[in-house]
């Protein structure tokens, strides 16, 4: 089965922390994303990456960055987490190019900041 | 910003075929019609897509107009485990910013 693992279903913070949220996905996909999902908000873009070290900004960028350093890693980062941060975070992958198309999503990671 | 518009909610009585419209007035020529489902608690899951075909396959049929103005995504026998939140998006092949609007709360009701 294909598989967009991602490294924590549920996290705490404090106010400030630094935060890393991990996604691997196993199927060699070129296209990786990462969203926020808030009640009534539906998924909002935050970043995505088409290719390693390549990134994009999404809808929502500020307060977030990412990092690609290896095709199958997705890394997003909250350099000094704040409450409105807290949110269900969902990674996704993507073949691009000549694909179908289809994004896989991993299982989301809640965080909460305190 | 989506450039897709869905209602926010409807109902279906179980066993009876579930058609969800969706906006499109601006798409491309270019650009797929892409159908994703989210449960509760889960990560969306891809549902169906099409150019400008209508499409069928094990879980739904998708019906697109002439125009590509607008499209249906039709659950032709909906169960209970069918209640979701079900996004209509476009987007290029090579979707490199596939975005999501709010999606149609879809409740099958007994």
């Known amino acids: 089965d294909v598989k967009v693992t991602q490294s924590s279903r549920y996290l705490v913070k404090r106010t400030g922390e630094k935060v890393f949220l991990e996604c691997v996905q196993d199927?060699?996909?070129?296209?990786m994303f990462w969203y926020r999902q808030d009640p009534g908000l539906g998924l909002r873009l935050i970043y995505f990456s088409y290719d390693v070290k390549m990134k994009e900004k999404g809808d929502i960028p500020e307060g977030y960055s990412v990092s690609r350093e290896k095709k199958e890693r997705f890394s997003l980062i909250l350099e000094s987490a704040s409450t409105n941060q807290t949110s269900m975070y969902l990674c996704?992958?993507?073949?691009?190019?000549?694909?179908?198309?289809?994004?896989?999503f991993g299982e989301g990671s809640r965080l909460t900041v305190l | 910003d989506a450039k897709t518009t869905q209602p926010p909610s409807m109902d279906c009585a179980e066993g009876r075929a579930a058609n969800l419209p969706c906006n499109h007035s601006?798409?491309?020529?270019?650009?797929?019609v892409y159908w994703y489902r989210q449960i509760h608690s889960q990560g969306p899951q891809y549902i169906i897509h099409g150019l400008k075909n209508n499409e069928t396959n094990e879980m739904a049929s998708l019906i697109i107009t002439e125009d590509r103005k607008s499209s249906t995504l039709i659950l032709p026998h909906a169960t209970l485990r069918d209640t979701a939140v079900y996004y209509c998006i476009v987007s290029e092949a090579n979707n490199n910013d596939m975005r999501f609007g709010a999606g149609t709360r879809l409740t099958v009701k007994p």
């Open positions: 601006t798409i491309s020529g270019n650009e797929y």
């Open positions: 199927m060699d996909h070129e296209n």
């Open positions: 996704a992958s993507s073949s691009g190019g000549s694909g179908t198309g289809e994004l896989f």
